[in-house]
């Protein structure tokens, strides 16, 4: 709040409606039916519902199938959020340092991002098909055999590659404005200091880099989690089977093909708190940070 | 003019001269190398390209090419002469089980999506960071928490209450259903709370003694102030709603709401029913003419664009 | 034109700070005071009280024979210059200047004859149609001065306008703010940290501290008789040398007997704090003050010596075409020229 703030009442509270009408019946609506649906059980018709307690719950905490998606979801979060960031950051250094060209390769290693999930999740099922997929052919040459949506791990490591390659363009620009952001003075106090440039990137230019390489984690962690869903559904072909699938792939399969409502509602509930976690951390990140500075 | 030139380049001899003799003087200095390093960097920043290219490449090669062809020998690295019955068949046949739409349809659909979500976005996130930022309220700190609770948490995660709630007030198949429960979150209001606490506190005050109410203030000083900041986050929301895939699944079960984004979804079936040859040419120039416009806009907008996301993180 | 009043005047803030004490004072008509001290006395916070950008906790403010508390900031009439100029960076220069008019409703043709009047008197005509990015420190301060002027307000509000500006400038834009402010003959407030600004600019100074009033009075009786050993010290460069000592019998004794300042006044016996201003004491071999000096500071003009009285910092200034060694001198001091402040309290005695 400003200083010198308006003191009239009516005005804001009629600039806030919209805002506050949309996240109500939006989300604290569905978000607060999720949470009370998690402890119910309907039938498959949808007619009568029964209270359940935590049944819901324990029967997710058992279920293989729930436990096998929640083992995937986190060996895919790891590895997508790992190489997204070091390739991004790999790219974003040497952008940084060159001067020729600069320019052309930041629109060149940027504009990927306008590129929905599910059209990237399309070439990625064009290039790695199980018989004509360019990179199952060049696998194929090296004696590698490759079988998109029979082998579980072959599946996987297509979802992994295109997300990855979906989310490059992010943190490179991110990075990229991290290391721009890095007074010109303090690079040139650290090249006096040492002569070493990989040196003086451990010691000074990462961990300048931090607070944005903080951000990005949890920006990666959610995107892997939630924004694959095009990728992972195109590369399944919307036919899970014994296909991996990440958590919020498998809310999605067990509340509208299973018709699951109690289930379903109880993995919202789930990943709504492990997101609340992170926001929560985040938050106290920023705070800190603005204090920082 | 002729004579300043002259005199600037045997200045310019001169120096070179000075630096030679400096350099003959000095002990020992190390020739001029090429610099390897500098080679390395470009190298890896082409493969980078490269590797962000290539795959998009082979998508357009491969829409100007016959079905048979790609499925047969996989994606084409050279453009064939089958894009003009490719794109006409992406763009103009009409297609899905009730035989309502087409790509033109899809075209028009993702625009309103786009477009909506934009602009819906900005307005309702504007004005809610006005009143935060800009009015003493006693329940601005509830307001604030309120609002802020739904940044992280996507619309993935609710996606079946969403969608119960939105079938309970009959807005399936509708923009606005298709609009609204995206708009439920509170990025661009965050985004504009950052921007506003960075506008000096004295601008507010100036305005106040020039005589400009609350209404006055926002029109005339601080949406112009904004324009940078409301372009940058227009391509951002743009591009978002434009890619927009699981909640359109969900709620548009009418084909003549489709966007592109969703139209992908009825190729990858067609893909899977594996009865017929797919229609790989054309699902290609469908892939293409879906990523295009936010691609362009990304690309020529793309210092605003930059702008708009590494801002938000302040 | 108008008279400013405040009739105990107060600022708490909602946690209960305490930003201001009651403050009573009388701007007169056409007066240009100056509100100086500290970062952090409250004189800002005064002067937004005055312009309405603070809610005043306690007490009346009246403008003109109008009580103005609850009054819009809009409505009172004032014109306020803002330290970083607060120019609306979408708007031209004259667009800057005439916005307040225009939200009087006033029409297009005399908002411009008004603009042009006021340009023409800042030097600012061939700028008007250029973004306040366009211009140098200087020419912003002036678009910000232009649009005070335009309103023909009752009063004009300083917040240190020229500290964003470098020292050349800023002494020329003091002159110009103040021979403009004569001319319109608008009562003023000026707001600063500088006590140069304040000393030359003033009608009168009012000299805060930690949200009080220190003392009220002309540049040359803040100088001559400063209040307190804060205004001693804070008014006048270099500052006044404050020492320690025992008085009794017409003189402060510092330290040893030896250490004696006559002061030709009587009465006050006991412990005090002797000032003496820098200039008001030269080296004379038949002085009686022993002093020990440490370092000399070149100043151009003047030549500043610093070192210690009875153990206590001391500095003295010299012409510059006066000799100068570091080591022992004497001193003498100019006579009626020692200020006695109390030891524990500093108000002058």
Same mark, same amino acid.
């Given at each position: 709040?400003?200083?010198?703030?308006?003191?009239?009442?009516?005005?804001?509270?009629?600039?806030?409606?919209?805002?506050?009408?949309?996240?109500?019946?939006?989300?604290?609506?569905?978000?607060?039916?999720?949470?009370?649906?998690?402890?119910?059980?309907?039938?498959?018709?949808?007619?009568?519902?029964?209270?359940?307690?935590?049944?819901?719950?324990?029967?997710?905490?058992?279920?293989?199938?729930?436990?096998?998606?929640?083992?995937?979801?986190?060996?895919?979060?790891?590895?997508?959020?790992?190489?997204?960031?070091?390739?991004?950051?790999?790219?974003?250094?040497?952008?940084?340092?060159?001067?020729?060209?600069?320019?052309?390769?930041?629109?060149?290693?940027?504009?990927?991002?306008?590129?929905?999930?599910?059209?990237?999740?399309?070439?990625?099922?064009?290039?790695?098909?199980?018989?004509?997929?360019?990179?199952?052919?060049?696998?194929?040459?090296?004696?590698?055999?490759?079988?998109?949506?029979?082998?579980?791990?072959?599946?996987?490591?297509?979802?992994?590659?295109?997300?990855?390659?979906?989310?490059?363009?992010?943190?490179?620009?991110?990075?990229?404005?991290?290391?721009?952001?890095?007074?010109?003075?303090?690079?040139?106090?650290?090249?006096?200091?040492?002569?070493?440039?990989?040196?003086?990137?451990?010691?000074?230019?990462?961990?300048?880099?931090?607070?944005?390489?903080?951000?990005?984690?949890?920006?990666?962690?959610?995107?892997?989690?939630?924004?694959?869903?095009?990728?992972?559904?195109?590369?399944?072909?919307?036919?899970?089977?014994?296909?991996?699938?990440?958590?919020?792939?498998?809310?999605?399969?067990?509340?509208?093909?299973?018709?699951?409502?109690?289930?379903?509602?109880?993995?919202?509930?789930?990943?709504?708190?492990?997101?609340?976690?992170?926001?929560?951390?985040?938050?106290?990140?920023?705070?800190?940070?603005?204090?920082?500075? | 003019?002729?004579?300043?030139?002259?005199?600037?380049?045997?200045?310019?001899?001169?120096?070179?001269?000075?630096?030679?003799?400096?350099?003959?003087?000095?002990?020992?200095?190390?020739?001029?190398?090429?610099?390897?390093?500098?080679?390395?960097?470009?190298?890896?920043?082409?493969?980078?390209?490269?590797?962000?290219?290539?795959?998009?490449?082979?998508?357009?090669?491969?829409?100007?090419?016959?079905?048979?062809?790609?499925?047969?020998?996989?994606?084409?690295?050279?453009?064939?002469?089958?894009?003009?019955?490719?794109?006409?068949?992406?763009?103009?046949?009409?297609?899905?089980?009730?035989?309502?739409?087409?790509?033109?349809?899809?075209?028009?659909?993702?625009?309103?999506?786009?477009?909506?979500?934009?602009?819906?976005?900005?307005?309702?996130?504007?004005?809610?960071?006005?009143?935060?930022?800009?009015?003493?309220?006693?329940?601005?700190?509830?307001?604030?928490?309120?609002?802020?609770?739904?940044?992280?948490?996507?619309?993935?995660?609710?996606?079946?209450?969403?969608?119960?709630?939105?079938?309970?007030?009959?807005?399936?198949?509708?923009?606005?259903?298709?609009?609204?429960?995206?708009?439920?979150?509170?990025?661009?209001?965050?985004?504009?709370?950052?921007?506003?606490? $960075?506008? &000096? +506190?004295?601008?507010?005050? @100036? =305005?106040?003694?020039?005589? !400009?109410?609350?209404?006055?203030?926002? *029109?005339? /000083?601080?949406?112009?102030?904004?324009?940078?900041?409301?372009?940058?986050?227009?391509?951002?929301?743009?591009?978002?709603?434009?890619?927009?895939?699981?909640?359109?699944?969900?709620?548009?079960?009418?084909?003549?709401?489709?966007?592109?984004?969703?139209?992908?979804?009825?190729?990858?079936?067609?893909?899977?029913?594996?009865? $017929?040859? &797919? +229609?790989?040419?054309?699902? @290609? =120039?469908?892939?293409?003419? !879906?990523?295009?416009?936010?691609?362009? *806009?990304? /690309?020529?907008?793309?210092?605003?664009?930059?702008?708009?996301?590494?801002?938000?993180?302040? | 034109?108008?008279?400013?009043?405040?009739?105990?005047?107060?600022?708490?803030?909602?946690?209960?700070?305490?930003?201001?004490?009651?403050?009573?004072?009388?701007?007169?008509?056409?007066?240009?005071?100056?509100?100086?001290?500290?970062?952090?006395?409250?004189?800002?916070?005064?002067?937004?009280?005055?312009?309405?950008?603070?809610?005043?906790?306690?007490?009346?403010?009246?403008?003109?024979?109008?009580?103005?508390?609850?009054?819009?900031?809009?409505?009172?009439?004032?014109?306020?210059?803002?330290?970083?100029?607060?120019?609306?960076?979408?708007?031209?220069?004259?667009?800057?200047?005439?916005?307040?008019?225009?939200?009087?409703?006033?029409?297009?043709?005399?908002?411009?004859?008004?603009?042009?009047?006021?340009?023409?008197?800042?030097?600012?005509?061939?700028?008007?149609?250029?973004?306040?990015?366009?211009?140098?420190?200087?020419?912003?301060?002036?678009?910000?001065?232009?649009?005070?002027?335009?309103?023909?307000?009752?009063?004009?509000?300083?917040?240190?306008?020229?500290?964003?500006?470098?020292?050349?400038?800023?002494?020329?834009?003091?002159?110009?703010?103040?021979?403009?402010?004569?001319?319109?003959?608008?009562?003023?407030?000026?707001?600063?940290?500088?006590?140069?600004?304040?000393?030359?600019?003033?009608?009168?100074?009012?000299?805060?501290?930690?949200?009080?009033?220190?003392?009220?009075?002309?540049?040359?009786?803040?100088?001559?008789?400063?209040?307190?050993?804060?205004?001693?010290?804070?008014?006048?460069?270099?500052?006044?040398?404050?020492?320690?000592?025992?008085?009794?019998?017409?003189?402060?004794?510092?330290?040893?007997?030896?250490?004696?300042?006559?002061?030709?006044?009587?009465?006050?016996?006991?412990?005090?704090?002797?000032?003496?201003?820098?200039?008001?004491?030269?080296?004379?071999?038949?002085?009686?003050?022993?002093?020990?000096?440490?370092?000399?500071?070149?100043?151009?003009?003047?030549?500043?010596?610093?070192?210690?009285?009875?153990?206590?910092?001391?500095?003295?200034?010299?012409?510059?075409?006066?000799?100068?060694?570091?080591?022992?001198?004497?001193?003498?001091?100019?006579?009626?020229?020692?200020?006695?402040?109390?030891?524990?309290?500093?108000?002058?005695?």
């Amino acid at each position: 709040m400003k200083r010198a703030a308006f003191g009239h009442i009516g005005f804001p509270i009629l600039l806030l409606i919209p805002q506050i009408a949309i996240i109500g019946i939006f989300f604290y609506w569905p978000a607060g039916y999720a949470v009370h649906s998690s402890f119910f059980l309907q039938d498959p018709f949808g007619f009568t519902s029964t209270y359940v307690g935590m049944d819901n719950y324990t029967r997710l905490a058992t279920s293989s199938n729930y436990l096998d998606a929640a083992k995937f979801t986190l060996i895919f979060t790891i590895l997508v959020t790992f190489f997204a960031l070091a390739i991004a950051l790999l790219l974003a250094v040497k952008a940084d340092k060159v001067i020729r060209g600069a320019k052309s390769y930041r629109t060149l290693l940027m504009w990927v991002y306008a590129i929905a999930p599910p059209v990237a999740g399309l070439m990625g099922v064009m290039l790695f098909d199980q018989s004509r997929g360019n990179i199952t052919q060049l696998l194929g040459m090296m004696g590698i055999e490759y079988r998109l949506g029979v082998n579980y791990w072959d599946t996987a490591s297509a979802m992994i590659s295109v997300s990855i390659w979906k989310q490059i363009p992010v943190n490179f620009i991110f990075f990229l404005s991290g290391l721009q952001a890095i007074p010109r003075s303090v690079r040139e106090a650290a090249m006096i200091d040492n002569r070493s440039g990989t040196a003086r990137f451990w010691d000074i230019t990462f961990p300048l880099l931090a607070p944005t390489g903080f951000f990005l984690l949890i920006i990666n962690i959610t995107y892997s989690l939630f924004d694959t869903f095009g990728i992972v559904d195109t590369i399944v072909k919307s036919e899970p089977g014994n296909n991996p699938m990440t958590l919020v792939y498998r809310v999605f399969v067990d509340g509208f093909r299973g018709g699951d409502l109690g289930g379903s509602s109880a993995q919202s509930v789930v990943l709504m708190v492990l997101v609340l976690v992170l926001t929560i951390v985040q938050f106290r990140f920023l705070e800190r940070r603005i204090h920082y500075t | 003019m002729a004579d300043i030139t002259e005199t600037g380049v045997q200045t310019a001899t001169a120096t070179n001269t000075a630096t030679n003799t400096a350099t003959a003087a000095a002990p020992t200095r190390p020739k001029k190398r090429i610099k390897w390093e500098t080679v390395g960097d470009h190298a890896v920043l082409i493969a980078g390209a490269l590797l962000m290219l290539v795959p998009v490449y082979m998508i357009l090669a491969s829409s100007t090419h016959e079905d048979i062809l790609i499925h047969r020998e996989g994606l084409q690295f050279f453009f064939g002469d089958d894009g003009l019955e490719n794109y006409n068949a992406a763009l103009f046949e009409y297609g899905g089980f009730t035989n309502s739409v087409n790509g033109v349809t899809m075209l028009v659909n993702s625009m309103i999506l786009g477009f909506g979500f934009a602009i819906g976005k900005i307005v309702v996130g504007m004005m809610a960071a006005y009143a935060i930022v800009y009015f003493r309220l006693r329940f601005a700190t509830f307001a604030f928490w309120m609002i802020f609770t739904t940044l992280l948490l996507p619309l993935e995660v609710r996606i079946l209450p969403s969608y119960e709630v939105i079938q309970q007030m009959n807005l399936a198949n509708t923009y606005t259903g298709l609009i609204l429960p995206l708009i439920a979150s509170a990025t661009a209001t965050f985004f504009f709370r950052q921007f506003f606490r $960075s506008i &000096p +506190e004295e601008l507010v005050e @100036a =305005a106040r003694i020039d005589g !400009a109410g609350p209404v006055k203030f926002f *029109i005339d /000083i601080l949406v112009p102030l904004s324009r940078t900041m409301i372009a940058a986050m227009f391509i951002i929301m743009f591009v978002f709603g434009w890619n927009q895939y699981l909640w359109p699944t969900l709620i548009t079960t009418d084909e003549s709401l489709f966007t592109l984004v969703r139209g992908i979804r009825q190729i990858m079936q067609a893909y899977a029913d594996g009865s $017929s040859t &797919p +229609e790989y040419g054309e699902a @290609a =120039a469908l892939a293409i003419i !879906a990523m295009t416009p936010p691609v362009l *806009i990304v /690309i020529f907008f793309q210092n605003w664009f930059v702008k708009g996301l590494t801002e938000s993180d302040k | 034109m108008a008279q400013v009043t405040l009739n105990a005047v107060r600022k708490i803030y909602p946690n209960g700070v305490e930003a201001l004490e009651p403050c009573s004072f009388t701007i007169n008509d056409g007066e240009l005071a100056v509100l100086v001290g500290p970062s952090g006395c409250g004189k800002s916070t005064l002067l937004r009280m005055v312009a309405g950008l603070e809610e005043i906790s306690e007490g009346d403010l009246s403008i003109g024979d109008r009580i103005v508390n609850d009054v819009d900031p809009a409505d009172r009439n004032i014109a306020m210059v803002f330290q970083n100029y607060a120019l609306y960076p979408h708007m031209s220069v004259a667009q800057n200047m005439g916005y307040g008019l225009k939200n009087r409703g006033m029409s297009k043709a005399e908002i411009r004859a008004k603009v042009r009047e006021a340009s023409d008197m800042l030097n600012l005509t061939e700028f008007l149609d250029r973004r306040p990015s366009q211009l140098s420190g200087g020419q912003r301060q002036r678009v910000a001065m232009g649009r005070a002027i335009v309103r023909e307000p009752d009063l004009f509000l300083f917040d240190e306008p020229l500290s964003n500006l470098d020292a050349k400038l800023r002494n020329q834009m003091r002159i110009e703010i103040r021979a403009l402010q004569r001319r319109l003959a608008t009562t003023a407030m000026y707001v600063t940290h500088d006590q140069i600004e304040a000393m030359t600019m003033a009608d009168r100074i009012i000299v805060l501290n930690d949200g009080k009033i220190e003392q009220i009075g002309t540049p040359n009786e803040i100088y001559e008789h400063p209040a307190s050993t804060f205004v001693a010290s804070f008014m006048g460069a270099p500052p006044m040398n404050l020492l320690q000592g025992i008085a009794g019998g017409g003189k402060v004794t510092l330290g040893s007997d030896q250490d004696v300042l006559h002061t030709g006044t009587e009465g006050n016996d006991g412990p005090v704090q002797a000032g003496i201003r820098p200039e008001d004491v030269w080296p004379d071999p038949q002085g009686d003050l022993a002093f020990d000096v440490d370092i000399i500071e070149e100043l151009g003009a003047l030549r500043l010596l610093h070192g210690r009285v009875a153990g206590q910092d001391f500095s003295v200034a010299v012409p510059k075409d006066k000799e100068a060694t570091t080591g022992l001198m004497q001193l003498s001091v100019k006579p009626g020229a020692v200020h006695l402040f109390d030891a524990d309290t500093g108000r002058r005695l």
